[in-house]
C-alpha cells in the first residue's frame, strides 16, 4: 500500500514538472517556432530594413553641467553670515534632538515606574493569596490530623466491643 501511493506521488511529481516545464518554456518556444516558419516569408515581402538617423541619447553632463560636482563642501565658505546661520540651525537641531532623546528617556522612565508599582501590586495582592492559601492548608492539615486521631480512637473502642461481644457469644455477620 505504502510502495502504490510513493508511486502515485512521485509520478504526479512528474507530471507537475513536466506541465510546470511546458508553461515556463512553451510561450518562448511558440514565438521562435511561429517567427522561424512564417517570418522568413514576412521579411522578404513586407518589411524593409530599417535605417536608424537618430542621435545618441543626451547625457546628464550634457543635460545639466552643474550636476557633475555633486560636492558642495566649499558651498557658502566665503560667506561669513551663511556659515554663523548654518551653525546655529546645527546647534538648535543638536539641541533639539537631545531634548526630544530626554523627553524619551523620561517617558521611558514614567512607564518602566508605572509598570514596577503595578508589578509590585499585583505580588503583594499574589502574596496575600498565597498566606491565605497556607493558613487554609494548615487549618485543612490540623483538621485531618484531629479526625485521624478520632479514627483510631474508634476503630480501637470498636475493636473492643467487637471482642466483647465475640467473648459472649455474637457470632458475627
Known sequence: MARRSGDCVRCCLVIFAVVSALAVCGPALYWKFNKGFSGSAR?????????CDCPPPLSLLQI???????SISDCGGDDGDLKEETEKQFVDLLTEE???QEAVAEEH???MNV???EARR?????QKEAEKCNAA??????????AELLLRKEK???SMWEQRALQLGWEGE
Open 43 to 51: 521579411r522578404n515581402s513586407v518589411c524593409p530594413p530599417c535605417v
Open 122 to 126: 499585583v505580588a503583594s495582592q499574589y
Open 156 to 158: 480501637k473502642i470498636t
Open 137 to 146: 492548608t494548615e487549618t485543612c492539615e490540623t483538621a485531618r490530623e484531629r
Open 115 to 117: 509598570t514596577v508599582a
Open 64 to 70: 545639466a553641467p552643474g550636476l557633475a560636482n555633486l
Open 109 to 111: 522612565t514614567r512607564h
Open 98 to 100: 537631545l531634548k526630544l
